[in-house]
Every structure is written in structure tokens, then in C-alpha cells.
């Protein structure tokens, strides 16, 4: 590929910090019938579950992953689907999913995330259930117990336990997707900071069959017995879930009279408890006796969390010295009679640089008895995922060195080892923004930077150098150069939930903020010194509200985008899945709405909820027709269908203004026409919503697709198909860019290539201007050519029946990837041929937080 000498703006000035992790969770699976063989997974691969990521800052972030159903292996792991913000200021301390109907669920079956129901808390008295497609809260309810210091749901997804500042248990009752208070164990005398259920065991026929009907045989077939909870009192306490009173007690080690927390519990299916404390020791009990069977001194402070080995035979123990250490159930001795099993630590390793708070580990452990144990496939890693102060979650295989005995698959091909032990972590990027967007915004023409945080936001100015002389690099290094930049505002603004989105337009004049419910429109103006005064448009609520259904209560918006031109405002709203185009107006014209458009909310032009991605003609076939104005307003009524759940994550608009674009986390994007306001067709939807959605400026008809799998589309609005040089070119990926760890976050295109084709077109030289769009991702950029140039004659040659030589469109001239910036938070051209990379490096940011527990010494004995 042809150099591009660009000036370079490496910002490194913004100072937005990722929020520590404080909570990670998996999906359960289901509980087979106690009549039948316990379910083996070994037929078919499991697929892999949605991963919860709770933040200290009160944000959940939901993780698919970036693999098809059937693909046993994705370089890039889980990425961030949609974020539920939380309240402002909250926190997320505990998270747990369960099944809302567990009946409807088959045995060996992964429930999808419409199938699940979310829980959190945050250190005060209030739980709360989560709406995972709405992204918002879907109802609260108090402890009444004080502060709620643990959760843990039982295995059938029937009751979740409470662990409570007041010293009791409290039981919720989940069954038929309600959520009400249970039963109240007895009080002790100290915080329940661990709970965690004991094996389930099956019902007996007396208490299960209570009619002659049959089929409630199988609707409570598991019962629970027993529950383990630790307490700040250096004890744990075996209750009786039928009396909810304690059977027994087991006390833990103290130092100097002082009392030991015991921090995190679990249970095995033979009835095997694990507890971790605040003196570092992870301890082994037996449930029958309640007496200790094993003690290790695993970690030099606080155990923090643990899990448990989808087989059941390894425990992972992680906490404040930052180490997770790994003990296994494994035999000590030889003999047909003499055999027994010991647990031993048989490994550990320091993969973040601060405390960790969360672990989890996919699949899942289910504490069934021995006889239901769960059989997987032996020759597919474990995942072990963990995350803590240092912002980032880890993920890791964790395969069994007792397994390797068959060639076992590295779901994340970090390497070809998949143990525990001898495996490559890696770190997952995190995102600056809600949803994976971004929170840095750039003003092209006013040459503004904006990053948002969770309550307030902060605008840099970047000041316009003279170009450099011909002979130096046109490199601006801003990172370190004061005069290159100047901060101009700060904003901190009165929000009920953390940021939704932000937008900026590109001249500089407006400013667009949102949290869950309010839309909030500033204008800017520049004063004389410099610095940007914001004067909030007080009526644009109520515009808002006008335009939207009667019973609507927020104006909140989930994503904005400003046209090009800065004349009109597109907002897709937080809750009801609208689409609002705005018209910013003139002088002191009030904004106005010109049109609501309703297409998300609706599966009619979607055969069965989804569009099959095909030939040209289909796309044609699946178009949906635009509403006409009188139409719009009774658009509730005329739909067939019932609207559905659904989150407009993604906008974008062409260059010239015309045609808009959004998309939504059910892969369906639909295009508009902005001229007149209608429209215009859907487009063929694809296995993954897209990461990002942008139109190329020289082609404004070309809609360019981005996945979190690092797989790209073009799609032509016009003729409404998919060019097929574009196939051709998107076919033949390099390795280095699909199989790149971290996956696409953005994409740009240099305004100096939408001025060339104009400048020479009327030489008839147009197609010799190369055409290129930079994709980037937390740790690379990439330069991709999108050009048909050369292809014509190829197909030609085909048409004519002559063999053409085989041509790689992705060879070194089409294609060019570097990775010297990261960790990457936003890329965007502020002119022709100049650039601005967003660098928040990890240093600096965990220099904001206190000293680790242990500092690695590099080159000491």
C-alpha cells in the first residue's frame, strides 16, 4: 500500500479512568430431572454463555461471544454487548443470574440472555433485578436486613439467599419470574459475608405428587437441604434450608484475638465446602461432620472470591495479593484398596497488578450430586475469568493437567497450551463508553476534543500548528507538549443514572448529554479568552416529550449523532426504541422534531425475528416501506406486529447528509432518507449486531459494517445489495486482522480522499485516487484499501472463459496494520491528512490507585 504521511495528534491528555471490577458471573445451567442419566455435553460443543461485568461505579456490562454458536474458538473472546447503567453514585458488589423459567429450559441447553434474569447489589439495603433487553432496572426490593453483603441463587433458579448486615439469611422467592420475600433464617450475632447452597437432592414421591396429574412429577423434582454461609465472626454456619436454623458451626483460625473474615464460601456435589479468609488460608471442610479435612495457606492476604472447576475437582482462589492459586482433587497413592484423594495446591500465578475481586469460570459449576454429575467434553479448555482494581477482566484457559492426555482446544488461541499452569492470559480492552462506544467524541471543525465520565464530561481544544517543512515527518506529538492543547470546559451535571451517551457536532456550537432519563441540548459559544460557555436549550425535554407516546416519562437517549453539517440531531431513545430527528434550527429557533420513526420497535419485516443475510434480491425482498407522514402518528396501530425489546446502539450518517443509518442489538439496521424524511429499506441482518457503522464520505451510498469477530461488510443503500468486489475483498482477510485479540472498536476515513475524486473528475482521473478507511481497535490500527480498481478486467476475463491467475485483493499493497499506540480510546481525522489518537496508557491510570499488596522486583533472586 502507498504511504500516507499524516500529521499525528497522539493525545494522551484526556484523563478518563476505566472503573475498577468488582463482580463477574456467569449464566447457570439447567438441572437435569433426578429420574433420568445426568446430561453429558460431550455430543456437541457448549456454547459459551453471556459473561456479567460489574463496575465499582454502579455500570453491569453484558459480554457475548464473538464466535458463531458452532466455532470452538474466537480470538476475541467475550466484547461488550450493551451496558445497564447503573444509578448515580451506586456500585455493583454482587451479581448472579438466574433462570426465569427453568422448566422451559432444556437439560443441555446454554439459556440465552432473553431466558436469564439479572441480579446486583451494591452495598446498600436494596437488590436489583435488571431488564437485560431494556437496559434499565426492572423492579427493587428491600433486604429488610440492613446492607446485603452476599447473593447466591439456589441450583435450581428457584430461591435466591440473601446474606444481610443484620446477621440473618433471608430467602427470595423467584419462581414464575416473580421476585418476594421467602423466608427469614435465624439471626446471628455477626454480618453474613459468604453464602453459597449445598447440593440439591430429589424429591420425594410424597411431596411431589400431590394431585393424580403426572405432569407436575417434574416441576419440583430437586429440593434443597442445606446452605454454608461465612460470617465476620471466623466462623461458618451450616443451615437448614427447610427450619432455617444453624445445624452446625466451623470455626477458623485467629490471630491475636482478633476475628477472621471468611470472605467467600462454595460447595462441591459431594458435599465438600471451601472457604477462603482474611487470614489467606483456603480451608476444606466435610459437610456430614463439619469438621476441617485440609488447611493451606494459599495467599499472603485476604481470599477474596473462589470458584469451582466445571468438573469439580479444581478450585480457584484469588484476593488482595493479587495471586490466584489452583488446587486439585488429585490421588496420593496406588492400589486397587489403598487409593485416596487429597487436595493439593498445585499451581498459582499473578496476572493483575491489584487486588481481585471476582472470579468465574465457564461452564459453569453446577453442585449436583455424584450420581447427576455433569460430563463435558475433555478436549475443549475450561475459561477462567477474573478481574479487580487493575479495571481490566482476565481471561485464561484452565484446563486440567490431568486432562491432557487427549489434544485440547484454547478457546482463545492465546497459545497452543491450555492448562492453568502453562497457558497465556490476556486481557480483555476496556471500554471507555457505554455499550462499547466510545466517550471521546472530536469536533472536526472546531477541532474540540470531548470525553465523557460518569457524571460530567471535559472538552480539550487541540491549537492548529503551522505544517511542518517537507524534509521533517509531519508528526505533532502532543502527549507532552502543553501548547498543543488547552482544556476549555468542564461540566458536572445533575444525572439520576451514570452517562448514556454523548455527542458533539462537528462545528463545535452544540453539545448532546444523556443519562437514563433526561436528554440534555447545550449550545456553545466561545468566549474571549478562550474557554466555551454551554447554554442548556431548557425546552428541549418537552419538545422531546411531544413528539414521543403519551405515557412516556424519559427523553433519554442511548446514542446521538450530529449530520455533518451540524444542522440536525438523530437520537434514538433509552427506553421505547424510537428514532427522533431533530432540526437544530437557526439563531433562536427552538429545535424541532421532523420526524419519529418507530421500524426498531417492530419484527414484521423480519420472517420469524430475523432477516437471513443472502443474494442482493433478498435484501430487496426483506425492504420495509416507509411510513408517510399521516401515517407516522398512528404507527402503534398499523403495525402488525408487537413491538419487541430492543436497544439502538449505532448511528451514523453519510457525508452529503442524506442517508442515516442505525442499528440495534438484535443485528437489524434499517436505512433512512434524511431528504425526505422516510424510510428507506432494512438490511439483510447478520449472526452479531455490529461493533460500528460508518458511511464512506468519497462514496456516501457505501455503508461499511464492522463485528466484534473483526469481520467487515459493504453494503451499497442505493441499489440495495452488497457490492461484490467488496465480498471479494472482505473474503480475503488477512489472519494478522481477523484473529487480532482485540476486536474492532471504530472506523475513519480522510476527509482529503472525499475532495480528490471532485478535484479530478473532471479530468476523468477519479478512480485513481485511492480510497482507504483506518479500522482501529484498543491495540492497532489498521489501513484497509476499499477499491474495485483492477477487478473489472479480472471479471472480464471470466466472462470470457479465460483462466485468470489467483489474486490476494489483502496483499501487503491493499493492506497494513501497526500496533505502536494503546491502549487506544478513540481515532478521528480533524482535517485532511490529520490525525487524532485518544491513548489512556495503563500506567498512568493505575497510578491513581493505592500501592498493590505485591510489587513484582525484576532481576532480584
Known amino acids: ?27 447457570p445451567l439447567p438441572l437435569p430431572s433426578p429420574n433420568k442419566k445426568p446430561s453429558s455435553f460431550g455430543k456437541q460443543p457448549l456454547r459459551f454463555g453471556t459473561l456479567a461485568v460489574g463496575h465499582a461505579n454502579g455500570n453491569i456490562d453484558l459480554c457475548e461471544w464473538t464466535g458463531g454458536e458452532s466455532d470452538l474458538q474466537s480470538s476475541q473472546a467475550w466484547a461488550i454487548r450493551t451496558t445497564l447503567v447503573g444509578p448515580y453514585p451506586s456500585k455493583v458488589d454482587s451479581l448472579a443470574f438466574a433462570i426465569r423459567h427453568p422448566d422451559d429450559v432444556s437439560a443441555d441447553s446454554v439459556p440465552l440472555c432473553s431466558e436469564l434474569r439479572l441480579f446486583s447489589s451494591g452495598g446498600g439495603s436494596e437488590l436489583l433485578e435488571w431488564d437485560m433487553n431494556r437496559a434499565c432496572v426492572r423492579r427493587t426490593i ?6 446485603i453483603w452476599s447473593m447466591s441463587v439456589n ?123 482474611s487470614l489467606g488460608m483456603v480451608k476444606f471442610w466435610d459437610s456430614r461432620t463439619c469438621t476441617q479435612l485440609q488447611s493451606f495457606q494459599g495467599h499472603g492476604a485476604d481470599v477474596l472470591c473462589l470458584t469451582v472447576d466445571p468438573t469439580g475437582t479444581a478450585v480457584y482462589t484469588s484476593g488482595v495479593d493479587q495471586k490466584i492459586s489452583q488446587f486439585c482433587f488429585v490421588k496420593t497413592s496406588s492400589g486397587e484398596k489403598s487409593s ?9 500465578r499473578r496476572m493483575h497488578s491489584h487486588d481481585v475481586r471476582a472470579l468465574a469460570i465457564w461452564p459453569p459449576y453446577s453442585t449436583l450430586p455424584p ?89 480539550w481544544r487541540i491549537i492548529k500548528k503551522p505544517a511542518p517543512p517537507e524534509e521533517e515527518p509531519a508528526t505533532v506529538d502532543n502527549d507532552v507538549d502543553a501548547a ?34 433526561e436528554s440534555k441540548l447545550f449550545s456553545l459559544s466561545s468566549s474571549p479568552d478562550g474557554t466555551i460557555k454551554p447554554k442548556r436549550i431548557r425546552d428541549f425535554s418537552a419538545i ?15 446514542a446521538f449523532h450530529f449530520t455533518p453539517d451540524s444542522s440536525k440531531l438523530v437520537i434514538s431513545t433509552a427506553v421505547g426504541s424510537y428514532i427522533l430527528v431533530v432540526d437544530l434550527g437557526t439563531g433562536d429557533e427552538n429545535p424541532r422534531v421532523l420526524r419519529r420513526f418507530d421500524h426498531h420497535r417492530h419484527g414484521s419485516s423480519i420472517p420469524s425475528d430475523r432477516v437471513v443475510k443472502g443474494r442482493p434480491a433478498d435484501a430487496e425482498n426483506t425492504d420495509t416501506p416507509a411510513l408517510t407522514a399521516n401515517e407516522e402518528e398512528d404507527s402503534d396501530n398499523e403495525m402488525p406486529s408487537v413491538p419487541i425489546a430492543t436497544s439502538i446502539l449505532r448511528l451514523a450518517t453519510s457525508f452529503d447528509g442524506q442517508w442515516l443509518a442505525s442499528s440495534d442489538t438484535h443485528a437489524r439496521t434499517h436505512i433512512y432518507n434524511l431528504d425526505s424524511i422516510q424510510h428507506h429499506c432494512v438490511l439483510p441482518s447478520f449472526p452479531k449486531p455490529a461493533q460500528t457503522i460508518c458511511f464512506d464520505p468519497s462514496r456516501p451510498n457505501i455503508l461499511v459494517l464492522a463485528f466484534p469477530d473483526n469481520s467487515i461488510q459493504l453494503y451499497d443503500v442505493e441499489s440495495k445489495n452488497f457490492p461484490s468486489w467488496a465480498l471479494d475483498i472482505f473474503s480475503s482477510l488477512p489472519k494478522k486482522f481477523t484473529r487480532a485479540h482485540d476486536h474492532i472498536l471504530g472506523v475513519a476515513f480522510d476527509p482529503a480522499i472525499v475532495a480528490g475524486p ?69 481515532v478521528d481525522f480533524l482535517g485532511p491528512a490529520e490525525l487524532v489518537v485518544v491513548e489512556r496508557p495503563l500506567v498512568d491510570v493505575l497510578a491513581t490507585l493505592p500501592p498493590a499488596y505485591f510489587v513484582h522486583k525484576y532481576g532480584a533472586s
Open 1 to 27: 500500500m502507498d504511504a500516507t504521511t499524516l500529521a499525528l495528534h497522539r493525545c494522551r491528555f484526556v484523563d478518563f479512568n476505566p472503573s475498577p471490577v468488582t463482580a463477574l458471573a456467569f449464566p
Open 142 to 147: 428491600s433486604s429488610q436486613g440492613g446492607s
Open 155 to 277: 441450583p435450581a433458579s428457584t430461591l435466591l439467599a440473601l446474606g444481610c448486615e443484620d446477621g440473618t439469611v433471608r430467602l427470595l422467592s423467584l419462581a414464575n419470574d416473580t421476585l418476594t420475600h421467602h423466608r427469614r433464617f435465624d439471626r446471628v450475632k455477626c454480618r453474613v459475608l459468604s453464602i453459597a447452597w449445598g447440593p440439591p437432592g430429589p424429591r420425594t414421591k410424597s411431596a411431589s405428587k400431590t394431585t393424580d396429574d403426572s405432569s407436575d412429577d417434574e416441576e419440583d423434582d430437586w429440593t434443597d437441604t442445606w446452605l454454608v454461609t461465612g460470617g465476620s465472626d471466623s466462623s461458618l454456619r451450616k443451615w437448614d434450608v427447610a427450619t432455617g436454623r444453624s445445624i452446625d458451626r466451623m470455626g477458623t483460625d485467629k490471630i491475636r484475638g482478633e476475628r477472621t473474615l471468611v470472605w467467600s464460601v462454595g460447595v462441591l456435589g459431594d458435599g465438600t465446602i471451601v472457604s477462603g479468609d
Open 340 to 348: 485416596s484423594r487429597r487436595w493439593i495446591q498445585t499451581s498459582s
Open 371 to 459: 450420581s447427576h454429575k455433569r460430563q463435558f467434553p475433555m478436549d475443549i479448555a475450561p475459561i477462567l475469568a477474573s478481574g479487580g482494581l487493575d479495571m481490566s477482566v482476565v481471561v485464561i484457559p484452565a484446563a486440567l493437567p490431568t486432562n491432557t492426555v487427549v489434544k485440547i482446544v484454547n478457546p482463545i488461541s492465546t497459545s497452543i497450551h491450555s492448562t492453568f499452569e502453562d497457558s497465556y492470559h490476556r486481557r480483555l480492552a476496556y471500554s471507555s463508553g457505554p455499550s462499547s462506544t466510545s466517550a471521546v467524541q472530536v469536533a472536526r471543525e472546531a477541532r474540540l476534543v470531548c470525553c465523557a465520565r460518569e457524571a460530567g464530561l471535559g472538552i
Open 484 to 517: 498543543g492543547w488547552e482544556k476549555v470546559l468542564d461540566m458536572e451535571l445533575n444525572v439520576h443514572t451514570n452517562l448514556l451517551a454523548t455527542a458533539i457536532s462537528s462545528n463545535g456550537r452544540w453539545l448532546v448529554v444523556s443519562d437514563l432519563y
Open 544 to 558: 422531546l416529550l411531544a413528539h414521543l407516546p403519551p405515557k412516556s416519562t424519559s427523553t433519554g437517549g442511548l
Open 758 to 826: 471532485s478535484l479530478k473528475a473532471s479530468s476523468g482521473d477519479a478512480a485513481s485516487v485511492p480510497r482507504y478507511a483506518l479500522f482501529w481497535g484498543s491495540t492497532w490500527l489498521c489501513k484497509i484499501k476499499l477499491d474495485d480498481s483492477g477487478r473489472a478486467g479480472n471479471k472480464k476475463r471470466r466472462r470470457e472463459g479465460e483462466r485468470s491467475p489467483k489474486i490476494d485483493p489483502m496483499s501487503e499493497d491493499n493492506f497494513k496494520m501497526i500496533s505502536h499506540y494503546r491502549p487506544i480510546l478513540h
